[in-house]
């Protein structure tokens, strides 16, 4: 998965989601393309990528409407155009943060 400057208008949640922290997200992910840690939006952050294959997708908080610790262990969803893109996203997700915790 990479960052991407492509539009991820039309994504959406197919259920597909997974607990992480911001911090262990910006050293796999990269920096968000929105943050606003405020708690007063749906979303505090939201990264846009796209998987190996360049499927769009997205990666976001969705309704704690609080402040988000850096080390708090968060629940994230997956938007994408599809499920089975979701499910792809998911699984690159999953790979890169079981690396970053064997390593």
Do not use: C
Not at 29 to 43: A, I, M, S, V, Y
Not at 85 to 99: F, H, P, Q, R
């Amino acid at each position: 998965m990479k960052y991407t400057e492509k539009s991820s208008s039309g994504t959406s949640f197919f259920g597909d989601e997974f607990h992480a922290r911001v911090s262990d997200l910006r050293r796999i992910l990269g920096e968000p393309k929105f943050e606003n840690n405020d708690g007063q939006d749906k979303t505090n952050f939201d990264w846009t990528l796209e998987t190996e294959s360049g499927d769009v997708f997205t990666v976001y908080d969705w309704k704690y409407y609080r402040p988000l610790d850096e080390e708090e262990m968060v629940e994230w969803h997956i938007g994408g155009h599809g499920g089975l893109e979701t499910k792809m996203a998911l699984g690159e997700i999953a790979d890169a943060l079981s690396n970053l915790y064997e390593s």
